[in-house]
Structures are given as C-alpha cells and as structure tokens.
C-alpha cells in the first residue's frame, strides 16, 4: 500500500528573476465515506456496522457539540480538536470584537501515536 502522488511546478516571484520548482502532493484514491467507515470498523472489531455507524455519528455530534463549548477535544490515538477565530482587528481591547468575528474553523493537530504509525507510508508515482 502506498500513497500515490504527483509533481506539480510552483513559481516563486520574490526572487529575481521568477524560477520555478516541482514539489510532490499527494494525490487521493478514493473518497470513503460513513458507511464505507463504519463497514471497515466492524470488520476489524465485534461490532456490527450499524453500531460502528451510531458510534461514529454519536462522537462526531459529541465533538461539534464540545467545540461550540469552547472545549479542546483530545483523542489519545487520533490528535486534538480546537476551534480557531479569524476576525479584523480593533483599536481598543474595549471595543466590542464580535462584529469583527469573521469565521471559526476546526484545527486538528494530529496525535504523535498517529504520526508515529504514519512514517511507515510509502509513496508511488502517479
């Protein structure tokens, strides 16, 4: 099993003159989806797949729920969950920086136990 990539050339115009480099990313097989995921769980588990799937759904709505709680959610073998704001900054630490909350995104830093078993990956040319 290895991940498949290709090359792609990236310029780079803040040197003189512009020169360009070819860097690899990743390219993805397919897209695996809940029921794909939860078929794949019970297989390797003593759960049924409709278990897995409940168990998959229940955790996610446990996180977004946690999340929206202005919680951290750490999974020892899968990384950490925390939310992050993007907004535009104020003059005064008085002023009011609600309006100026422009998005919340979902950063997911990745556990070292599932770092660690991703240095085995291989990679193949597309």
Known sequence: MAVPYTIVPKKNNLVTPPEVKYYPIAVGR????????????????SMSVADCYG?????????AFELADGNIIKIKSLGTFQLTISSGGVEQPTES??????????????????????????????
Do not use: C, G, M, N
């Open 55 to 63: 168990v998959i759904i229940a955790l996610t709505e446990q996180i």
């Open 97 to 126: 920086i609600l309006p100026h909350i422009k998005a919340t995104r979902i950063k997911y830093k990745p556990s070292k136990e599932l770092q660690q078993k991703l240095k085995v990956v291989k990679f193949e040319k597309k």
């Open 30 to 45: 397919q897209v695996i989806d809940l029921d794909q995921l939860a078929k794949r769980v019970a297989q390797a588990s």
